[in-house]
């Protein structure tokens, strides 16, 4: 996993170490001192050079001597090598955010999460998006683009001619290819703002030649004869060391060979390339060709496809005698061929021993997929064209890699490479494929390919499917739980509900996997149309289920969207008992359960947020925002922006707050998701009100033009709450503008509308209820609005449910003082020293006082009061919290229920508690849960 100073682990993303910095390149064999001044001058003075010149002419080992030397001069580098994949605008998004992530960490990393959520989104706002913001770079910085030569694709154009013509002053672009370079320079070459090596500069002269063969060759070469040299290669400096290595390799003296070597039986490179491949051993020639197909190599690699156990002895041969290797990483495990020579030896190997080549690959295949190097293990197979192991490969851990790392993109990349008259070979690998497409905001493809399953199990003739029965069953109920999933992504939330309730009264009960997903599909269409209780109640059997057919994946999906529910339903320790059960299902963060870790992690956040604990929400802050990468469904990817919003308006930076709804807005509208982007507007429009930004959040309404827009794209049963929501907006910015009567109004009736139709959202009926108050304590009836907070501060209490009253910001301070002030003095019972303490904490958090000292005495009194209980018997005591029974515990620790039992006698000793109930209680209260 590659974690550098930037801090993000890029493995989650796909994204290879070695493409982010300049090669290895040895100890100067000769140095360019001309060339290399008025480079370097250049980069502070132009903004912008060129190196165009064919392939070995040394462009990456200049860039390589330009990128040290502007490091040597305190400049911030980045580096991005192309290869012929980088022309898709998806991976060429995800490698131009990685380059450039250390200039802004943050944003890379929501750019890179939104990115993997969105594989179809639009890339010109994303591109707009990255170009402004490195446009807004204060600092000096060179972007370093090697191998532009694999670029044409139109949009990836208009962003390079946009980032030239725009960028700032601090930045220098440094650009290389073998080609004229496809980009719009001409006002820069008119202006004399741009520096352009071509290949006469980069060609040696014939006195470089003696240097040069002497420094890295050792070969004493005279001047005549490196004249003779020079006019056969042109100065070329791959020909000079191809050159080089054949007079190693040969009997006769330097000046024998040179007078030997014209080229005009064949093509200087070619006949350069087999003089040297004649003249190297036989085992090092063997070597070569064998190892020539695969992408990059290490020396256990090559003793696998070659069965030689020779690969560290070449590999130091080869590296010793410079032929065309180089180095991938700082360790020196991993390597390549330079391009050219890459090239030569492939068409060799493919003229003297095609079946071979095709071996070689199969050979790479099966061990890198041995290795876990899956994306390689599958190219391997495709180049070999052997697309039948392709399609097994992929329909085998497709569903590992969907499932527990969320990674969808990979899959979706998997199915763009293998011939689509492979597709549906499976039925597994189309319902994989159409998995993947509904969370990856593609839900028309995914019920596309459920309907060719359907069609296939229907007809056997058609794809000729050699199936079981009992596969058969299996693979219809699949399609049937992808289809439905498909339409909860898609926010065709009745849709989506009546294929849950159709499935669900015909299904085996043997089809654990997909009842499992089936109801927490519908536990998720009841979440986004407010039906609470029943959401829980689904959500409970798809975690029952789950459990039968051991899917943890299952098992996070339910407990998430029951959290969920149980927040809006103001019902904080059960949510925390869901979010405690998904760190056990989740187990220890890796990158194998990123996913499940992020799920978990992202519950915690949203209970905190409503608790208005942000200093325990910036402990989940890293791998919560990765949730964002794991989601199609507009409610999860809803919250999870809205909650990294709120933490950094929290933390007083709310212009990056914005970045984030905004971001999340254009995401919205790219991939059509319009509740999505009403939403998140509805969020920028509060959280300005809340920070006592009135006229911005009034130009956001208008920009945005947030009451008139959106409607006709929303399915028609959810723009009720559509609606609500604008009231409730509108009401907030009356009240910001004291017009406290009009404010009443619409509260009053929202309040009603919730209580009638919604009577489960708890979540909801305490934010509308602190704006009642407000509006009364503005229109002069005081003593009706501290009576109105009054009995929700006693409802709210109980869960520490702050945020819904803290969200209105410093206006409801004056009520809670009032509050305060009539305290009876004396002893105090149990609920209203709660209560008490409760306002106490929303005055301070209201003036933003002592937070953090507030939750490090929880902390120490959390120390105090475990300090007695061992490590083991705090998780059991995290999991009776968690509502779990013995079994339960026992399946998730891997103990017996014996062991269980004595465990929970010693807890019940140290607590000083009689029954289980006593200690569940007990660990909400030392914030265990």
């Known amino acids: 996993m590659l974690v550098d100073a930037v801090g993000l682990p890029f493995s989650q993303f796909q994204i290879l170490e070695t493409k982010l910095r300049p090669p290895s390149i040895r100890a100067k064999a000769i140095v360019r001192e001309q060339l290399s001044k008025r480079l370097v001058c250049d980069t502070t003075s132009t903004g912008l050079f060129t190196i165009v010149a064919s392939a070995g002419s040394g462009k990456s080992t200049l860039m390589t001597e330009l990128y040290r030397s502007a490091q040597g001069n305190g400049k911030h580098c980045c580096w991005l090598s192309l290869d012929d994949d980088d022309n898709e605008s998806a991976i060429f998004s ?3 955010i990685a380059s450039i992530a250390s200039l802004d960490t943050e944003s890379a990393e929501r750019d890179l999460v939104f990115l993997k959520s969105n594989p179809s989104q639009d890339y010109r706002s994303l591109f707009n998006s990255i170009l402004a913001r490195i446009i807004a770079i204060k600092s000096e910085f060179v972007l370093f683009v090697d191998d532009f030569q694999f670029i044409s694709n139109p949009l990836i154009l208009r962003f390079w001619n946009k980032l030239i013509a725009h960028a700032p002053p601090t930045m220098c672009i440094v650009i290389a290819g073998r080609n004229r370079l496809p980009l719009d320079l001409s006002r820069r070459q008119i202006s004399g703002m741009i520096t352009e090596v071509k290949q006469n500069e980069l060609n040696l002269t014939a006195s470089e030649i003696v240097i040069y063969l002497k420094a890295a060759h050792n070969i004493e070469c005279s001047l005549q004869s490196a004249e003779t040299l020079h006019t056969s290669t042109e100065g070329w400096f791959a020909g000079i060391q191809l050159a080089a290595l054949a007079i190693t390799n040969s009997n006769e003296s330097v000046a024998e060979f040179v007078e030997g070597f014209t080229g005009k039986d064949k093509s200087l490179t070619e006949y350069l390339l087999k003089t040297v491949l004649r003249g190297l051993p036989s085992d090092v020639r063997e070597f070569l060709l064998l190892s020539s197909p695969l992408i990059r190599f290490s020396a ?62 199969v050979n790479a295949a099966k061990w890198c997929e041995n290795e876990n190097m899956l994306t390689e293990s599958i190219q391997y197979y495709l180049t070999a064209k052997n697309y039948e192991k392709a399609a097994d490969l992929i329909t085998t851990r497709a569903p590992d890699l969907a499932f527990l790392r969320g990674d969808h993109s990979t899959v979706l990349d998997w199915m763009r490479r293998l011939p689509v008259e492979y597709h549906a070979n499976r039925p597994t690998l189309l319902l994989n494929h159409a998995w993947s497409s509904a969370f990856s905001r593609n839900p028309e493809l995914a019920i596309e390919l459920c309907g060719k399953v359907y069609a296939g199990l229907a007809d056997s003739s058609l794809y000729l499917w050699s199936l079981t029965e009992d596969d058969k069953i299996d693979c219809y109920w699949r399609a049937k739980a992808t289809e439905a999933i498909a339409n909860g992504c898609a926010d065709e939330l009745l849709a989506s509900a009546e294929i849950c309730k159709s499935a669900l009264a015909d299904i085996p009960l043997t089809e654990s996997f997909s009842i499992s997903s089936i109801r927490n599909c519908l536990a998720y269409a009841l979440l986004g149309r ?25 098992s996070l999906w339910a407990v998430f969207i029951a959290g969920l529910a149980n927040v809006e339903m103001g019902k904080l320790r059960a949510a925390s008992g869901n979010a405690t059960k ?57 919250v999870a922006i809205r909650n990294e919003a709120r933490q950094l308006v929290w933390a007083g930076k709310l212009d990056l707050a914005r970045e984030v709804l905004h971001q999340g807005q254009e995401s919205a509208l790219s991939t059509n998701q319009p509740r999505l982007h009403l939403g998140l507007i509805a969020e920028e429009i509060e959280l300005q009100v809340w920070d006592d930004q009135l006229e911005a959040a009034k130009e956001t309404v208008i920009r945005t033009n947030y009451f008139q827009t959106g ?20 009401a907030r910015l009356l009240l910001a503008e004291n017009k406290a009567d009009e404010a009443f109004k619409i509260v009053a009736k929202l309040i009603n509308l919730t209580q009638i139709k919604h009577s489960d959202s708890v979540r909801q009926l305490y934010t509308l209820k602190t704006l009642k108050a407000l509006a009364l304590w503005q229109l002069g009836q005081k003593k009706e609005s501290v009576r109105e907070l009054d009995k929700l501060v006693s409802a709210a209490c109980h869960e520490d449910h702050a945020y819904p009253i803290v969200v209105s910001g410093k206006q409801v301070l004056p009520i809670l003082e009032a509050i305060q002030s009539k305290r009876a003095s004396g002893v105090q019972v149990d609920d209203l020293r709660v209560k008490n303490d409760f306002v106490d904490r929303l005055i301070l958090l209201l003036n933003g006082d002592s937070i953090d000292a507030l939750s490090e005495s929880k902390a120490a009194s959390h120390d105090e009061v475990c300090g007695d209980l061992t490590s083991r018997e705090i998780d059991i005591l995290k999991l009776i919290g968690a509502g779990m029974a013995n079994n339960e515990i026992a399946k998730e620790l891997v103990l017996s229920i014996a062991t269980v039992k004595w465990h929970l006698h010693n807890i019940y000793q140290k607590i000083e508690v009689r029954s289980r109930t006593a200690a569940a209680a007990y660990a909400r209260k030392v914030n265990l849960i």
């Open 94 to 96: 995800k490698y131009l």
């Open 300 to 361: 256990s690699l090559c003793d696998h496809i070659s069965k030689l156990a020779n690969g560290h002895t070449m590999l130091e041969y080869l590296d010793k005698n410079n032929l065309f290797i180089v180095c991938e990483d700082r360790e020196a495990e991993w390597f390549r061929y330079h391009h050219l020579f890459a090239d030569f030896l492939r068409s060799e190997l493919k003229k003297v021993n095609p079946a071979k080549y095709n071996e070689v690959c």
């Open 530 to 554: 407010r039906e609470y209780v029943q959401s829980v109640l689904h959500a409970a059997e798809g975690y029952k289920y789950s459990i039968k057919s051991g899917s943890n994946y299952l």
């Open 582 to 638: 998904a760190s056990y299902k989740a187990g220890p963060l890796g990158e194998n359960n990123l996913y499940l870790c992020a799920m978990a992690d992202f519950i915690h956040t949203e209970i905190n947020v409503q608790k208005c604990n942000f200093n325990l929400v910036r402990r989940n802050s890293h791998s919560g925002r990765s949730f964002i990468s794991l989601y199609g469904p507009v409610e999860a990817l809803f």
């Open 711 to 730: 409607d006709e794209e929303i399915p028609s049963e959810l723009l009720p709450a559509i609606d609500e929501t604008r009231q409730l907006i509108r």
